[in-house]
């Protein structure tokens, strides 16, 4: 069987790399797509990765510009003109963006024998964190590139639960299918003891208008010992959660963007908890962050609704926090004994032989 993978955003790389292993050890013959530019960094890619091949896109440097949009849909048709040469038994093609979802529904519908999966690893405009977008004229139109088009696809993925409830409105609720976030390698085992006089929490990745800043300053005034916030990653708001938090009484210590794994481990080490704090995110449910404190054995302070509030609920991995209510260093440190059921929660959902064993079942294999 021939599968080409599409996918836009360099962010779904290791998802993408887990369904590449996935198909080729079935024996399968496997082309990924995808552009040669780094949409968090908003540069070029300058190595393709083994295996995957690079279409040239238009360059953007801000989350809402024209050139973000047309850049969007020129590699939507690029992807599709490469796949239709390609003439692949498969199509498995990540979202967003929206417009690749109306492109791949088109050529479904060119060559119906052709299985189509749509993977969502994200939902715009629903996840935008600004009130009332997705009601105006632009949202709706945003919106409906993948409304209108996603029933189309044999086969409707999503990464987790909170997807469903807007997905099942436009779609057979028989076509969706669930394949958690996994990560590569598995899960570690906290090598170093976080500092015992102080509260030490890690924010992990882009500090944008995503992030509730106003909540990370509360937190940190909450608690009556000393705060320590180690940001991994930059983004245009990072100066204001650094004022924020040192406003609040913490010590920030700035990393900037790391990328290995390793060195990313040797500050997760120094930490008691992960920052999984946003605003308007209703429709995130389960963000990679969450899932990649949770594979460093690291509690979870969270305010996303869906999945992994539903998981902190069940299970002793974090705490649901919520403004306004109360929370104590006793409370917090109390966690730090629970790095067994953060491991049995991560091995149950977020394994690597878990996401094989459930990409098995969605195609039928």
Same mark, same amino acid.
């Given at each position: 069987?021939?599968?080409?993978?599409?996918?836009?955003?360099?962010?779904?790389?290791?998802?993408?790399?887990?369904?590449?292993?996935?198909?080729?050890?079935?024996g399968?013959?496997v082309?990924v797509?995808?552009?040669?530019?780094r #949409?968090?960094?908003?540069?070029?890619?300058?190595?393709?990765?083994?295996?995957?091949?690079?279409?040239?896109?238009?360059?953007?440097y =801000?989350?809402?510009s024209?050139?973000?949009?047309?850049?969007?849909? =020129?590699f939507?048709?690029?992807?599709?003109e490469?796949?239709?040469?390609?003439?692949?038994?498969?199509?498995?093609?990540?979202?967003?963006?929206n417009?690749?979802?109306?492109?791949?529904?088109?050529?479904?519908?060119?060559?119906?024998?052709?299985?189509?999966? *749509?993977?969502?690893?994200?939902?715009?405009?629903?996840?935008?964190?600004?009130?009332?977008?997705?009601?105006?004229? *632009?949202?709706?139109?945003?919106?409906?590139?993948?409304?209108?088009?996603?029933?189309?696809?044999?086969?409707?993925v999503?990464?987790?639960?909170?997807?469903w409830?807007?997905?099942?409105?436009?779609?057979d609720?028989?076509?969706?299918?669930?394949?958690?976030?996994?990560?590569?390698?598995?899960?570690?085992?906290?090598?170093?003891?976080?500092?015992?006089?102080?509260?030490?929490?890690?924010?992990?990745?882009?500090?944008n208008?995503?992030?509730?800043?106003?909540?990370?300053?509360?937190?940190?005034?909450?608690?009556?010992?000393p705060?320590?916030?180690?940001?991994?990653?930059?983004?245009?708001?990072?100066?204001?959660?650094?004022?924020?938090?040192?406003?609040?009484?913490?010590?920030?210590?700035? #990393?900037?963007?790391?990328?290995t794994?390793?060195?990313?481990?040797k500050?997760?080490?120094?930490? #008691?908890?992960?920052?999984?704090?946003?605003?308007?995110?209703?429709?995130?449910?389960?963000?990679?962050?969450?899932?990649?404190?949770?594979?460093?054995?690291?509690?979870?302070?969270?305010?996303?609704?869906?999945?992994?509030?539903?998981?902190?609920?069940?299970?002793p991995?974090?705490?649901?926090?919520?403004?306004?209510?109360?929370?104590?260093?006793?409370r917090?440190?109390?966690?730090?004994?629970?790095r067994?059921?953060?491991?049995?929660?991560?091995?149950?959902? *977020?394994?690597?032989?878990? *996401?094989?064993?459930?990409?098995?079942?969605?195609?039928?294999?």
């Amino acid at each position: 069987m021939n599968v080409t993978i599409i996918s836009c955003f360099d962010v779904y790389d290791n998802r993408v790399e887990l369904l590449r292993k996935s198909f080729c050890a079935w024996g399968y013959q496997v082309t990924v797509l995808i552009p040669n530019f780094r #949409h968090m960094e908003k540069c070029t890619r300058g190595q393709c990765p083994e295996g995957f091949e690079m279409l040239p896109v238009v360059p953007y440097y =801000s989350k809402f510009s024209p050139a973000r949009i047309w850049s969007h849909i =020129s590699f939507s048709r690029d992807a599709m003109e490469r796949a239709r040469s390609l003439q692949p038994d498969m199509l498995w093609v990540l979202a967003p963006p929206n417009s690749l979802v109306k492109e791949a529904a088109r050529y479904k519908k060119q060559r119906p024998k052709m299985k189509l999966v *749509f993977d969502f690893l994200d939902l715009w405009p629903e996840s935008m964190p600004v009130s009332g977008f997705g009601a105006t004229p *632009f949202g709706l139109a945003w919106r409906g590139l993948r409304d209108r088009y996603v029933d189309v696809a044999d086969t409707v993925v999503a990464e987790c639960d909170q997807y469903w409830t807007v997905l099942r409105k436009c779609c057979d609720e028989r076509k969706l299918h669930m394949l958690y976030i996994s990560r590569n390698p598995g899960f570690r085992c906290l090598r170093e003891r976080p500092p015992a006089d102080r509260i030490a929490l890690c924010f992990l990745g882009r500090v944008n208008q995503d992030v509730d800043i106003r909540a990370i300053g509360t937190l940190i005034r909450k608690l009556d010992r000393p705060v320590e916030l180690h940001v991994i990653g930059g983004g245009i708001q990072e100066p204001q959660l650094r004022q924020t938090a040192e406003d609040a009484g913490a010590a920030v210590i700035s #990393h900037g963007s790391i990328y290995t794994q390793r060195e990313r481990e040797k500050i997760f080490d120094r930490c #008691h908890f992960g920052l999984n704090l946003l605003r308007g995110a209703e429709c995130a449910g389960l963000t990679m962050k969450s899932v990649d404190y949770l594979r460093a054995s690291l509690p979870v302070i969270n305010n996303v609704r869906g999945d992994m509030w539903e998981f902190i609920e069940e299970h002793p991995v974090g705490i649901n926090y919520e403004e306004g209510m109360g929370i104590t260093v006793s409370r917090l440190l109390g966690l730090q004994i629970r790095r067994e059921q953060i491991r049995a929660l991560y091995d149950t959902y *977020f394994a690597e032989k878990v *996401f094989f064993t459930n990409l098995q079942k969605i195609i039928g294999k």
